[in-house]
Structures are given as structure tokens and as C-alpha cells.
């Protein structure tokens, strides 16, 4: 817990030190310090539209019409036009559907996890369609598609884990207050969007998505021998393998690609693709072998961690991304 707190310490100090280092605009109000967030916020192929409303709100002096403005701005940003207006419709009437079927089987065979499924698939479902207006395209590049498969591939072996210990062990999977089931959903879902908008992001090299998919796997196999080991211990919050990883991957890629945001983007992207399949293979491998009570505790736990992950890995990976020098000796022949 005492790392916990020195590195959610460090992250705001570095929040603090790069806001107040940050040119302030002179009296922009609040209107227009939204619309100016919303235009950053547009797609790339959206970004002139982003510079038109920011003009259009200097010529407006009426109070209420440059909160409408920055309503729209908003809109735009969260939803903006696509080339085929039907896409996010259909993936959000395709969404809704699946997730009232499955939420129907689930209460039916398995109603412990009803809330659960309704929760994750209401969620991706509006990611989808939001996400279907800002993505033109899949990742582009073999590496960054495999990445990306590994972060959908992630978010369907923590589901289907799920899955399988309420049918081993129901009493594992109880929730009557649905908090435990709420959190889980909205845990794996915004690991998969996080690792898709990392893969996505054109400032993460083909390096970095295979350092990253190699990190995840080592930090998701000897995490999991960790959890099994610590068992009946004291398993800590931020799993250890995990935070050794995500630092070789920072440092590899920064000295590499002789690029910090690389390094820490790298870093990041190999907790946000190991941490759900060693909350999945952990929960496979205790499934019918311990008590429910203490799958029940260990589920409670790694749900706690999930949550925790990208906060600390993120800050892990910063870290390490300042420490080494860009194109080092090290990195030169792995560059070449």
C-alpha cells in the first residue's frame, strides 16, 4: 500500500508540475476553454472542423449562444459525423440486441452474473458506437494487429473465466449488492479501449506493440505462478512481474526508438494487454481447486488490482522511460 501511495504521489506532482508549467491563456472563459478541449478531442481527419469552431465562438459575444456552441463542440467530439452515417446506428441496435439475449440466457442459467453481462455489454456497446465515429480503419501494420487481437483477446478470456468459475463454483460469483459486478465490467471494458486506442496511437512504433505483446505474456505467466504461490499470503496489490516488465518494456523502447513517449505508451500497452489475461488464467487455475470462499476473496482482490494497474504502471513506465538515455549503445543494434 506504501508503493501505492508514493506512486499515485509521484503521478500527481508530475500532473501538478506540467500544468503549472503550461502556458494559460489570458481570459478565456470557460466556453471557450471547451470548445478548444473538444477540437483536441476530434478525430485527425476532423481537425479543421475543430479550428472553424474555435473561430466561429470568437466572433459570438452572447453568453447563452457560446454555451450552445460549446454544447455542440462537445457533441461533435464524442460523436462525430462519419462517412457512413449508419455505421454507429447499426453497431449500437446490433449492441443492444446481443446484450438483451445474452443478459436474458445469463439470468436464465446463470444469475449470479446477470448484472454483469448487462453491465459490459451496455458498455462496449456504446464504446463501439462511439468509437466507430473516430476510427476510419482497424490498426494498420502486423504488429499492431496483434496487439490489438490481444486486447480483445484479453477482455474474452476475463469474461469467459468469469464464466466458468460461476458455473464451478456459483457461490464464488455471488454479488448481492452488484458493485463487485459493476466494477469488473467497467474494468475490462475500458482495458480494452485503452489498449485499442494505444495500439491505435500513431506515436507507438511496431517496437513498441512487440515489445509490449512479449512483456504481457512473460507478466501474465509468471504473475500468474505468483498469485497461485502467495495464495494464502499477502498478495500485493501491484503485481511485482507486472511492474518489472512494464519497466524493461519502457526502457527498451525508449532507448530504441530513442523516443520517451514511445517508452512510456510501450510500458503501459504491456500491463493494459497482460493484466486481463492473468486476472483470466489466475481464475482459471484456482477454479475447482480451492474453497468458494477463497476464489470468492481472491476474485474480490483481483478485481481491486485491475482497477489499480494502469495507474501504477503508467507511472512505472514514465519513470522509467526518464531514467535512460534515448539511443543508447544498448539500443543502436537493436534499432539497426
Do not use: K, N
Not at 457461490?171 to 475490462?188: F, K
Amino acid at each position: 500500500m506504501i508503493i501505492i501511495v508514493a506512486l499515485v504521489v509521484v503521478g500527481a506532482l508530475v500532473v501538478a508540475l506540467r500544468r503549472r508549467a503550461a502556458p494559460r491563456g489570458g481570459g478565456a472563459d470557460l466556453p471557450s476553454r471547451v470548445v478548444a478541449i473538444a477540437a483536441r478531442w476530434l478525430p485527425a481527419h476532423r481537425r479543421e472542423w475543430g479550428r472553424a469552431m474555435i473561430g466561429e465562438l470568437s466572433a459570438i459575444h452572447d453568453g447563452a449562444a457560446r454555451w450552445r456552441l460549446a454544447g455542440a463542440a462537445i457533441r461533435v467530439a464524442i460523436l462525430p459525423p462519419t462517412r457512413h452515417s449508419g455505421t454507429s446506428a447499426t453497431l449500437a441496435g446490433t449492441g443492444l440486441a446481443g446484450t438483451a439475449v445474452a443478459t436474458l440466457a445469463t439470468e436464465r442459467f446463470l444469475p449470479a452474473l446477470g448484472v454483469f453481462v448487462a453491465a459490459l455489454g451496455l458498455l462496449l456497446t456504446a464504446c463501439a458506437s462511439v468509437l466507430a465515429g473516430r476510427w476510419r480503419s482497424l490498426p494498420a501494420g502486423r504488429a499492431a494487429r496483434v496487439a490489438g487481437a490481444v486486447a480483445g483477446g484479453g477482455l474474452l478470456a476475463a469474461t469467459c473465466a468469469v464464466v466458468l468459475v460461476a458455473t464451478t463454483d456459483p457461490r464464488a460469483t455471488l454479488d448481492p449488492t452488484h458493485v463487485a459486478s459493476l466494477a469488473l465490467a467497467a474494468t475490462l471494458c475500458g482495458y480494452a479501449v485503452a489498449g485499442l486506442a494505444t495500439v491505435r496511437s500513431t506515436g507507438t512504433p511496431a517496437t513498441g506493440h512487440w515489445v509490449a505483446v512479449a512483456g504481457a505474456a512473460v507478466a501474465a505467466s509468471t504473475g500468474t505462478a505468483w498469485d497461485i504461490h502467495r495464495l494464502h499470503g499477502a498478495i500485493p496489490l501491484v503485481s511485482p512481474a507486472a511492474a518489472i516488465v512494464t519497466a524493461a518494456a519502457a526502457i527498451v523502447v525508449t532507448a530504441v526508438t530513442g523516443s520517451r513517449a514511445a517508452g512510456r505508451r510501450a510500458g503501459l500497452l504491456s500491463a493494459l494487454l497482460g493484466a486481463p489475461v492473468q486476472f483470466a488464467a489466475t481464475l482459471l487455475v484456482l477454479r475447482g481447486a480451492v474453497p468458494p470462499a477463497t476464489l470468492a476473496d481472491s476474485l474480490a482482490g483481483d478485481i481491486v488490482r485491475l482497477a489499480v494497474t494502469p495507474l501504477a504502471m503508467y507511472v512505472i513506465a514514465a519513470v522509467s522511460a526518464v531514467v535512460v538515455r534515448p539511443r543508447t549503445e544498448l539500443g543502436r543494434p537493436l534499432y539497426q
